[in-house]
Structure formats: structure tokens, C-alpha cells
């Protein structure tokens, strides 16, 4: 029979959020950020949803360890996390990699990024911790994975997405009995393992990890003393607790957060420039995958003092307008057209110029007549006027960086060398 409780479990777990990967995959977008700072959806960073899903599901503890090129992710998480109260009981540490444990060690994995802080995570002491990865797209109630943990007795709860089984070769994949107990954590296998009952199917490790406070910080000692870790959970800590402890699975669609119009449960890793294009784009459908409207489930952020966007301009091939497209605060589409695209914070478009399939980052400059088609511009841009991007494969590669399914990244710098 399961416990009753008489609080929510969350109360009483710190929720630590590990941010500090460079995103290499993300080409340029990432040349000047980590990648849960790269913005998304309109008004968000990708961190926004991790440490919203935290929020949401009642955890007042959180933590964040960044490393690689941190700077706008810190500026961003002082300026929309401030709100955490101690005299609520409430925190928010910020943890770089500060080389605390020596001077020539920074965080040498996610296992060490913990380990280096356990005194700051003692001096709250929480029952639970809740491990998430920092760069994941998605909507998820912990408290459910929480009482999963307890009730089930385990030493480490899992998260985890059923995937089509040859497709889960880039992910940490969990082998299971009939119950869910983990058998076998592999990380990316060439044959992953099938589901009891469903063998076309597997379990894909959403980097969420739940333990009990003290029994993490043994593992973490225990680890830190092996010369021979590489002090990583999927790699390290999991496998070892899988062989001599209990791991158990939790499956996302018990977790996972849908407003009613949502017909899938929506995780996504957008660590391509094919992947983060196309979930942003998904934003701009009548009915999208993952709701943003959702107000019982809020994405929190920058709340950013800004005008309302405008639309200026109503005559024939100067008509300011918009279809079926985001359009953030502070635009101004100034005799010109966005179909199906997402304009952030501050865009700024000239006369007869267009954009189809774009995804234009804070504070960018479209120049008059500029067409552009199939794009994600970085922030700050300036498109000279007149420039035509998506209508010439070979003249856009020889530009810009341009994806296998031929979505052009256009940077800054990219657009100097034009000159």
C-alpha cells in the first residue's frame, strides 16, 4: 500500500540543476553562451524549463552549476530567478566552477559539479535531491517522480522517454524487469536494449535523477576517491548503483505535464540546429505540440520592461502583418511580413522586407527588401537591406552555416565578412 503523505515531498528536496555544457552541437549559437542560455521560444532560455518544472512542482531549493562560457546564462538567472526568499525558506545558489576543492580543478564531470558543492547543498539540508540536466525542453511534475522514489524504496530514480529502440543509441539506455527495476544502464549502445512486453521500443535516461540526500553524498565520496571515475553519473555513479543497489525507472508520461489541448507528451533535446529550429517552429502550429499558454503550468523568465509590438504600415506590398507566428514584446514589423516565424524580444523589420520559417533572436535589424526563408539569426544582427537568404543552397553554404535539411544560421560575424 502506498504511504500517504501529509506534504508534498518536494518541501523537503533541493532541486540542482546541471548547466554547464557548451552545446557544440549548436555550431556558432553557442560560440558566446552555454546552451541552456540560448534563448527559445519567443522570450525564454532553454534553462527556463528545468528550473520552471522546479518551481511548478514545489521545490523552494535550487541550485546551478555552470562552467562553460556562463556569463549570459549568470546575467540571465540574476535577472528572472531573483525572486527566491530566504525568509520563506527558500534559495537559489548560482555555482560556477570555482575550483574549491583545488586550484587547477574545475568540474571534471556532472558527478564532480555535485560533489564540489556538497557543503553549500548541506548547509540547506535536504532529504531529497532532484539531479536535472539544464538543457531539455519539456513539462514535468518531480513531485510524482519524488513519491515514485519513495514508495518504491529505491536508491536512485530514473527518468526516463520510451523511444523506438534503434533510436536510443545516442542516449544512456536502462534494460528493466517487469517491474521497472533497472538491470543494465548502457550509455549510447550500438544494440540497446528492449522494453518487457514491448521489445521494439526502449528506455532513454532523461538525465533526472532522484536520491536520498545522504545516500548521494556517499556515492559521491566513493567516486571522487576512485582514481579510475570519470566522475560522471551516466558513466560512474548510475552503473554502480544499478549493480549493487536499486535503480528503478521512471517513465516521463507519469510525470509529464499536459495542458488539454497537448496530444503528445513533448520532450525535446534541441541540441542540433535541425532540432532547435524545428521546436521552435512547432511553437507556430494552431495547435502546438508543446502549449506556452499554459497557465497552470507557467514557464517562468526575464519579465523584460518593454513596449508592445507594433505593426505599422497598410498598403499594397506594405502591409505590416503577421501569420501564424510568435511576436515578442518591443517588435516593430514595419511594412513588412513574418510567416510562421518566431520574432524575439526587440526585432526589428523594414519595409517590404519578409521572413518564412525564421527564428530572429532578441534585437536583431531586418533591412528593407530583405527575403529571408528557413533561418535562425543570432542576437544583435543587422540584415543588410536587400538580402535574400533560402533561395540559393550553394550561395547560402558559401554565407552561412546551412543544416543538412537547409536551415541557415546566420551570426554576426557572418555577416561582416560580407562586406
Known amino acids: 500500500m502506498r504511504e500517504t503523505y501529509s506534504q508534498p515531498l518536494a518541501r523537503d528536496a533541493m532541486a540542482y540543476v546541471l548547466a554547464g555544457g557548451r552545446g557544440s552541437r549548436l555550431k556558432e549559437l553557442t560560440d558566446n553562451r552555454a546552451k541552456p542560455a540560448v534563448y527559445f521560444g519567443g522570450k525564454s532560455r532553454i534553462i527556463d524549463f528545468a528550473l520552471s518544472n522546479a518551481i511548478n512542482s514545489g521545490i523552494r531549493r535550487i541550485g546551478v552549476a555552470t562552467q562553460y562560457k556562463a556569463h549570459s546564462l549568470i546575467r540571465h538567472m540574476q535577472r528572472a530567478w531573483n525572486f527566491m526568499r530566504p525568509e520563506r525558506n527558500e534559495s537559489f545558489d548560482i555555482l560556477p566552477a570555482s575550483q574549491r576543492v583545488s586550484e587547477d580543478h574545475w568540474y571534471e564531470g556532472t558527478a564532480d559539479a555535485v560533489f564540489q558543492n556538497i557543503d553549500i547543498i548541506a548547509s540547506y539540508a535536504p532529504k531529497y535531491m532532484v539531479i536535472l540536466a539544464g538543457d531539455h525542453i519539456y513539462k514535468m511534475d518531480y513531485e510524482l517522480m519524488l513519491r515514485q522514489h519513495v514508495d518504491s524504496g529505491a536508491d536512485v530514480t530514473i527518468g526516463c522517454l520510451v523511444v523506438p529502440r534503434m533510436e536510443a543509441t545516442g542516449f544512456g539506455v536502462m534494460a528493466v524487469d517487469k517491474a521497472d527495476t533497472i538491470t543494465d544502464f548502457i550509455e549510447k549502445p550500438a544494440d540497446p536494449p528492449g522494453i518487457p512486453g514491448n521489445e521494439e521500443m526502449a528506455l532513454a ?54 495542458a488539454a489541448e497537448e496530444i503528445e507528451e513533448y520532450w525535446r533535446d534541441v541540441g542540433t540546429i535541425d532540432a532547435y529550429f524545428e521546436a521552435n517552429l512547432d511553437l507556430t502550429d494552431i495547435v502546438p505540440k508543446l502549449d506556452m499558454y499554459d497557465r497552470e503550468w507557467p514557464i517562468w523568465t526575464d519579465q523584460i520592461i518593454a513596449a508592445p509590438a507594433k505593426f505599422v504600415h497598410d498598403e499594397e506590398g506594405r502591409r505590416g502583418m ?52 528557413r533561418v535562425i539569426i543570432d542576437s544583435g544582427v543587422r540584415i543588410p537591406e536587400g538580402l535574400v537568404v533560402g533561395e540559393d543552397p550553394e550561395l547560402d553554404a558559401r554565407r552561412f552555416r546551412r543544416s543538412e535539411s537547409g536551415v541557415c544560421l546566420i551570426t554576426k560575424r557572418m555577416i561582416d565578412q560580407l562586406v
Open 205 to 258: 535516461s532523461m538525465g533526472i535523477y532522484v536520491f536520498e540526500t545522504k545516500f548521494l553524498f556517499q556515492m559521491l565520496q566513493e567516486d571522487a576517491d576512485d582514481q579510475n571515475s570519470s566522475r560522471d553519473f551516466g558513466n560512474d555513479i548510475i552503473p554502480k548503483i544499478v549493480k549493487n543497489g536499486k535503480a528503478v525507472a521512471h517513465r516521463f508520461t507519469a510525470s509529464c505535464i499536459r
Open 322 to 373: 503577421a501569420i501564424s507566428s510568435l511576436i515578442s514584446q518591443d517588435c516593430i514589423v514595419s511594412g513588412a511580413t513574418a510567416k510562421r516565424s518566431l520574432l524575439f524580444t526587440g526585432v526589428k523589420m523594414g519595409s517590404f522586407s519578409s521572413c518564412e520559417e525564421a527564428v530572429i533572436l532578441p534585437y536583431c535589424n531586418i533591412g528593407r527588401s530583405a527575403r529571408l526563408s
